[in-house]
Structures are given as C-alpha cells and as structure tokens.
C-alpha cells in the first residue's frame, strides 16, 4: 500500500515534442504529489508539485495531471528539450505524521536534438 | 538560502567498518531527512529527524543512526558496513511543505 509505481522505465522524444510519464499510488492518506528531476551526480530537484484538492497544475512547460478517483497522476513536458534530458521521479506524501516521501522508481527521459 | 550542502561527496569504506556523512541544511530547515539510493532506483526512506529528535524511520537497521545539530547540520552514522550499503546517501531538509536535496554522497563499500 505504501509503493508508488512510475511508467515507462525510460522515454526518448523528440525536441519539441510532449513527454509524458505516470504514477499511480494506493494509499489513500497520500495528499502531496511532487515531481522531481535528477541529473547524473546530482541530488533531486523539486520541478512541481500538486495537492489532490486540484486536478491539473500548470508551471512553464510542466504541466501535473490528477485523477484522484483512479489514484493516478502524471507529468507533462511541453516542448521537451535537450536540457531536459534527465530521470524523473514522482514521490507522494502524507502530510501528516511523518511526511516521508514514497519514490517511484524513476523515469530515464532522452530528448533528442 | 545557501541550499543543502553534504560532505563528502565520494567515499570509499571497507566491509564492517563505521562511516559518518554530514549534511549542513539551509536556515531556518528545522526538519531533515535521509534517503538512500541505489543505483537505478528511486530514493528510499532511511529517517527524519525534527528539532532534534527523531520522529520516523523507514525500514533501515539500528545500524543506520543519525543526529540533528541546532545549527541545522546534521549526520548519517552506519555501522558494520556491507556491500549492499553501497549507494547514493542523500540529505533534506524542509521549512514548509517541500523538501530540498543535496547533492548526495557517493558511498562505495568494498
């Protein structure tokens, strides 16, 4: 109940296309949903993030989709570049208690010049 | 803000010994986790402590210990180190609602 599972594996898009990757969660105490990129040797960084109270978030080019009947939710990269290439994890979180952050597994994104 | 800073960045340790990482987190930042990550995979939730206390812990070991400092530093101590606890060691810290990283330490048990 406490797994957050993120598809696909990996993604390769063309420059300026759309990048797409999902998540869906069980637990139902989850209410804090953030996306975060990661470069090689780097730590993750906070891209967006979106409570269940809302069904879409929109920041830039990055774009959250929430489906809190189905328990999924998703990122979209606009426009996707090179400087995108990155992998990508989603995380959920009760906010209360002890906040732990739950990870998908990640998402390798390739963006193809 | 001066972000999230841990030290060192690689290390490499020998099977049974003691390592200590340090993690400086930014002001203000009165809660603080640790997260392991092995190679491929998503972060996984070692402890978090809160004013100095521990307040939650993942499914890690006794030999996975940590402290808090009031100068919003803090440290991972394992113990009796094995191989499989080679990964990425990464710290964060939150005021509000979202944590931030740093950039990890780089542990290699041999």
């Known amino acids: 109940q406490q797994q957050v599972k993120q598809s696909p594996q990996s993604l390769i898009v063309q420059k300026g296309g759309i990048s797409i990757i999902n998540c869906a969660y069980e637990?139902?105490?989850?209410?804090?949903f953030p996306w975060y990129q990661q470069f090689p040797g780097k730590g993750p960084a906070l891209l967006i993030a979106?409570?269940?109270?809302?069904s879409e978030k929109k920041e830039g080019r990055f774009t959250i989709s929430f489906n809190k009947s189905a328990k999924q939710f998703s990122l979209h990269i606009m426009d996707s570049q090179p400087g995108d290439s990155a992998t990508y994890f989603c995380a959920a979180s009760s906010t209360s208690g002890t906040y732990k952050y739950i990870f998908g597994t990640g998402t390798r994104l390739k963006v193809l010049a | 803000e001066t972000g999230v800073t841990q030290s060192p960045t690689h290390l490499i340790k020998t099977r049974g010994q003691q390592v200590t990482l340090r993690c400086s987190s930014q002001?203000?930042?009165?809660?603080v986790s640790w997260y392991q990550q092995a190679l491929g995979q998503g972060p996984q939730f070692i402890f978090q402590y809160y004013r100095e206390e521990e307040n939650g812990r993942g499914n890690f070991p006794p030999r996975f210990s940590g402290l808090q400092f009031p100068n919003y530093s803090s440290e991972l101590n394992v113990n009796a180190l094995e191989l499989d606890d080679s990964a990425l060691y990464l710290c964060?810290?939150?005021?509000?609602?979202?944590?931030?990283f740093g950039s990890g330490t780089r542990l290699t048990v041999v």
């Open positions: 979106i409570r269940p109270d809302v």
């Open positions: 637990n139902t105490a989850f209410d804090y």
């Open positions: 002001s203000g930042h009165n809660t």
């Open positions: 964060a810290s939150r005021k509000g609602i979202g944590y931030t």
